[in-house]
C-alpha cells in the first residue's frame, strides 16, 4: 500500500451535488491527518483537520476510519468556487515534523 | 496573517549552476519546511528544520541542502542545478507540534536548462 493514496478523479459534478472523497494511508501509527485545498496555480492552504469522532466545518465533513486506515472528506450543496484540488496530509511515520501528501484529487463543480 | 514569502515567482537557471532558494516567515514559527511539486507526484518533502541551524531530511534530500542561520529564513540550496531539479519549489512553515498546519509561500518555479 502507499503511503499516502487518494481517489484518482477527476471528479466533475453540477452545483449543488454531494462529492466524497476518500484517502487511504498506510501506516497504523499515523495520528496527524489534514485536508488542504490547492487552487490552479497557488499554494495549498488547510482546509480543516480530520479528528478521531470526525468533524464538520460548515457544508465540510471530515471522518477517520482507524480499522480500516483511510479518512474522508464529504462535501454537500457543491459551490462552483469548490472548484480545487483537494490534498489527503497524514505524517505516515507518526514523527512530529514530516507530513506526508498524497497526489490530491482535482474538483470542478459545473454550472 | 502569517505570511511566508519566496524571493522569485520564476526562476531560469543553466545546468551547473549553483541556486539558491530563499524562504522568509514573519510570525515567529519553529519549524520551516521545503517542498517540491511536480505534476502527477504531488508535494515531496526535501527538507525541514525545527530550530535555528537544525535540519533534517525529508524524502528526497539527494542535490539539496538547506541553510538556517536566522528563525525566520531557510534556504534552499542546489549546488549543481540539473534538469531533473526543474519543478515548483514551496516553502512552508508551522509553529511547533504535529496538529499546527502549515503556512505555504506562493511558490518558485524553477527551470533548469
Known amino acids: 500500500r502507499k503511503e499516502v493514496e487518494q481517489d484518482p478523479g477527476p471528479f466533475n459534478v453540477p452545483e449543488g451535488a454531494t462529492v466524497a472523497f476518500n484517502c487511504t494511508y498506510s501506516?497504523?501509527?499515523?495520528?496527524?491527518f489534514f485536508w488542504y485545498r490547492q487552487d490552479c496555480r497557488k499554494e495549498p492552504k488547510l482546509l480543516m483537520s480530520v479528528y478521531s469522532s470526525g468533524n464538520e466545518d460548515g457544508r465540510f465533513t471530515a471522518q477517520l476510519n482507524r480499522a480500516s486506515q483511510y479518512i474522508s472528506l464529504l462535501i454537500r450543496d457543491s459551490k462552483l468556487s469548490d472548484s480545487a484540488t483537494y490534498l489527503c496530509v497524514v505524517n505516515v511515520d507518526g514523527s512530529n515534523y514530516k507530513l506526508t501528501f498524497g497526489k490530491g484529487t482535482l474538483l470542478t463543480v459545473n454550472p | 496573517d502569517v505570511k511566508v514569502t519566496q524571493s522569485s515567482r520564476y526562476l531560469v537557471k543553466r545546468t551547473g549552476e549553483k541556486v539558491f532558494l530563499e524562504c522568509v516567515q514573519d510570525?515567529?514559527?519553529?519549524?520551516m519546511f521545503w517542498y517540491r511539486q511536480d505534476p502527477g507526484l504531488g508535494l515531496r518533502l526535501i527538507y525541514f528544520s525545527y530550530d535555528v541551524k537544525m535540519k533534517e531530511k525529508g524524502d528526497i534530500p539527494e542535490g539539496y541542502s538547506v541553510s538556517r542561520e536566522k528563525k525566520e529564513r531557510f534556504s534552499l540550496i542546489l549546488e549543481s542545478a540539473s534538469t531533473n531539479q526543474t519543478s515548483m519549489y514551496l516553502c512552508?512553515?508551522?509553529?511547533?507540534?504535529?496538529?499546527?498546519?502549515?503556512?505555504f509561500g506562493s511558490g518558485t518555479q524553477l527551470s533548469v536548462l
Open positions: 512552508a512553515s508551522s509553529l511547533t507540534g504535529w496538529r499546527e498546519k502549515l503556512f
Open positions: 510570525m515567529d514559527h519553529e519549524n
Open positions: 501506516n497504523s501509527a499515523s495520528q496527524s
